[in-house]
Nanobody, 126 residues
Framework: QVQLVESGGGLVQAGASLRLSCAAS????????MGWFRQAPGKEREFVVA????????YAADSVKGRFTISRDNAKTTVYLQMNSLKPEDTAVYYC???????????????????WGQGTQVTVSS
């Protein structure tokens, strides 16, 4: 069992940066790949970024490549999402999730994640 709690969301202007955190409980955190997904109003939840269990591999959606970075600290059982150069279209609820899968494209698929946080709102104004 893994419990996930996101934090760090908020309201920012376009071009600003935010860092989201996802604190995990459970001694098996380091055995999971971790991902961030987002869901805008009226849209499907979509993949944003993912990181392998040891941080050795990361994956990002084309829409955020070069702007968003995922990292993890297994000692702190926390995963981070650094978001730079934010755009209004990044506005969404951001969810962190844990997966037993470790390779692409599985870590990009919502159905491959068994544990989810409650989400944190990110709003980017123009």
């Amino acid at each position: 069992q893994v419990q996930l709690v996101e934090s760090g969301g908020g309201l920012v202007q376009a071009g600003a940066s935010l860092r989201l955190s996802c604190a995990a409980s459970g001694r098996t955190f380091s055995s999971y790949s971790m991902g961030w997904f987002r869901q805008a109003p009226g849209k499907e939840r979509e993949f944003v970024v993912a990181i392998s269990w040891n941080g050795g591999s990361t994956y990002a959606a084309d829409s955020v490549k070069g702007r968003f970075t995922i990292s993890r600290d297994n000692a702190k059982t926390t995963v981070y999402l650094q978001m730079n150069s934010l755009k209004p279209e990044d506005t969404a609820v951001y969810y962190c999730a844990a997966s037993r899968f470790s390779s692409w494209p599985q870590v990009g698929e919502r159905s491959r994640y068994g544990y989810w946080g409650q989400g944190t709102q990110v709003t980017v104004s123009s």
